[in-house]
């Protein structure tokens, strides 16, 4: 199980490389750096939280994961 801090600095690292994406891509189709930067500001705050949410959710699903063995003294 993860930490709270580790969810949101991953979400957060994530948002940065996204965030670019998204800022690039506007910024050659509009070809306006304030329309561009306004889309990957908000886009970039409205994501971050879900993404938290989302890692918090699966955080408390048990499908998929593995116990590992213990081991005997």
Same mark, same amino acid.
């Not at 930490?3 to 998204?22: E, N, P, Y």
């Not at 409205?46 to 994961?65: F, S």
């Given at each position: 199980? #993860?930490?709270?801090?580790?969810?949101? &600095?991953?979400?957060?690292?994530?948002?940065?490389?996204?965030?670019?994406?998204?800022?690039? &891509?506007?910024?050659?189709?509009?070809? #306006?750096?304030?329309?561009?930067?306004?889309?990957?500001?908000?886009?970039?705050?409205?994501?971050?939280?879900?993404?938290?949410?989302? #890692?918090?959710?699966?955080?408390?699903?048990?499908?998929?994961? #593995?116990?590992?063995?213990?081991?005997?003294?």
């Amino acid at each position: 199980m #993860e930490t709270h801090l580790r969810s949101v &600095v991953k979400g957060m690292s994530w948002r940065v490389i996204a965030t670019l994406v998204t800022t690039i &891509v506007v910024w050659v189709i509009s070809g #306006e750096v304030s329309m561009a930067l306004f889309a990957g500001a908000s886009d970039s705050l409205i994501k971050i939280g879900l993404y938290w949410g989302h #890692e918090r959710i699966w955080q408390t699903v048990g499908w998929g994961r #593995e116990i590992p063995p213990t081991s005997s003294p």
